[in-house]
């Protein structure tokens, strides 16, 4: 930058975000991010895959859309279709699945075909801080529901829907992660399931089932999805390859019925998402998908009880928690004397990344003093050593945990 | 889609584009988009390539932006660098480099950042199609600027800047794209980029450059881009590796200076570009992007000059042409009697597709009897046989050409 840059302040459209800073790493202790466990990236059997497809149709990476046309390649397409009945109890046809950039870019196409300023959309009180700033960005109202242990309460829909129907106001969706939900880690039962799907129908609101962590629950036993159950079409289901394969993959995918399909295609402006991953992906999971998923959700408890045992024993009581059914993160409640938001910053000064509560819900008084904790990534002596540096900040920061390690501490010591 | 299916109509946001239309294949003769040569994709050093850096640095699939951060794999920034510097003149960082899904990602966030609806922008007036609707879709109002033999005419854009300044309006940008311009294959000469970089700094308008087929010109030669002539940084630069290695990778980049990179880096909601293609990429690239190139040129010159014989052979004087000094295209002037949209739908009726000159355009009078054939996917053969196709359509529908191969018909015969 020079002295005569130009300023393009004047020129930008209004309502951006603030600037992005400049990445500097990653910290020492990160518990933050959808960042999986390196050692299990099947790095191998994906290599397989890339010499089997790229040798069988290498040639065809010159034609936009692999001849599969717009929604993607097709044979990862029709893996889906066979994945998705046998995981999620979903029937559906390869023209019902559109591939995507990550589940990212399947919220943003379905927001862009519902949204527009001013809407109301009902989303889980705690809910993945992504979701919750695309809504913000687009000047939605939101109104948070709040969870119990099976998930999103429906008496809270019931009572947000009616009183919305008496002001005249009808929603655009219901968004839910229903299985291993994000940060609380439930999955909603199949009987808050069917309440869900009843008041839908019954207000005429669709439901956006966010289900990309759905593949990591430890017993690998899941209630049917939402979209399965539905019988009215009613439904928008995304999942995602970056829990359950890599996430810096960037593969995802829309399940909806072509009457929604057709309206995020031409909405779809980058002429599809990147072929490579589409093709080893549907080489590498055809064969291997079914085998590596239970043993990276293995490998994944290990590190959550690493992450419950370093905090039962750094924090003592003072660290409330549910033990998860599944997924790389657990929300944790500390008393209410500390501000997670303020533990953030101080913690990440000393190399510890952690996502704030208010970060990760609607409802700051009772987001306020939890966190969510993520434990894909780091290892194991990571985890213990960041939870016990956390600990020690914290203690530093708000006199919380009086005594870590059986051994009783000063505050400020 | 049962009878009880659910009615998202009410629900859409307004303004959204039509809905898309079932895909169902490519056409016999195929003379749209950006499909590449398919025996020209490397697929032998793309597959070497991928064993190297997967083997090497396979793990780091697990971590979102491959420890490179949001701007994209550092590597293949880094030989970005190298190679703007070397082919364009441009001299920049890797911090000054965003890759993105395809330089069509990388038109929709600059768009995002600079436009709202009522803005002005100044456009060539033939233009890409999707440059067009992408500003049609924003509200954005087109200045469009006649071109000559020496790209975007500096004489129309000083008056229509003039003009807009004696308006009080102070466009968005000024969006070229000036080596090798789609559709009509010109190259901005030197000169003329020095006055619109003039005009640009006298009236602050920023120029918004598109660079994409850059790489295919016959001889190798080029101007120095805009980005590397401005002094003053008002220049976005977007560039693509799908014209020059392979279209499906879908693998793009921005080149801009942190105060705008800096600020599209927080409208970019996908969690970076896919990982493979960008690994692969650069591993590729830095072996043998500069061999590579040079080979596919001659290739696509190949067919280039089939396709220059074919219409001569067939429609005779009645295709006017310029030899294009590189690219992928050509643009086709017909007699004014023939109107190219309807030679469009009959044509394609016929299973041969072309781009009629009214979507490539924002000048419907101009263009009305130009087309776009592209020329790299199809064979030699098919390029022949459906130029051939297409003379007998367009005889059929007017009459001209009267005569093709020397054989004199009548019209309707």
Partial sequence: ?????????????????????????????????????ADQVPVAKLLEASIAVLTREGAMLAT??????????????????????????????????????????????????????????????????GSITRLTRRGVKIVGIPLDHDG??????????????????????????????NPTGTIMSKQRRAELLKLAEDYGVPIFEDDCYADLIWNGQRPPALYAMSKTNNIIHIGSFSKSVAPALRVGYIVAPWNVLSRILSTKT???????????????????????????????????????????????????????????????????????LKLYQAALASGIAINPGTEWSVNAAHSGSRLRLCFAS????????????????????????????NVERAAGA
């Avoid at 527009?116 to 801080?129: A, H, K, N």
């Fill in 1 to 37: 930058m020079t002295a005569t840059s130009f300023d393009y302040t004047p020129l930008l459209a209004e309502g951006l975000p603030p600037a992005a800073a400049k990445w500097n790493g990653f910290p020492k202790y990160n518990f933050v991010g959808g960042n999986n466990d």
């Fill in 64 to 129: 936009y859309g692999l001849n599969s046309g717009p929604l993607g390649y097709r044979p990862l397409r029709e893996f889906l279709v066979g994945k998705l009945k046998r995981d999620a109890g979903i029937t559906c046809t390869a023209d019902e699945i559109l591939i995507t950039s990550g589940s990212l870019q399947g919220l943003d196409l379905v927001n862009g075909i519902l949204l527009s300023p001013g809407d109301t959309v009902l989303i889980e009180q705690e809910c993945y801080q």
């Fill in 152 to 181: 999103m309460r429906t008496d809270a829909v019931a009572a947000a829907l009616a009183d919305l129907k008496a002001k005249g106001i009808r929603p655009k969706y219901i968004y839910t992660i229903p299985t291993v939900q």
């Fill in 270 to 340: 980058d002429a599809g998402s990147g072929a490579l991953e589409q093709m080893v992906l549907a080489e590498y999971c055809q064969a291997h998908f079914s085998d590596h998923v239970p043993k990276l959700r293995r490998g994944l408890r290990v590190k959550l009880e690493a992450m419950m045992e370093a905090l039962a024993e750094q924090f003592g009581t003072a660290a409330e928690f549910d033990d998860p059914r599944g997924g790389i993160f657990l929300w944790v409640k500390l008393p209410d004397t500390v501000d997670t």
């Fill in 378 to 405: 780091p290892s194991v002596q990571e985890i213990r050593d960041g939870v016990a540096a956390l600990a020690e900040v914290c203690r530093r920061e708000f006199g919380v945990p009086s005594r870590s390690a």
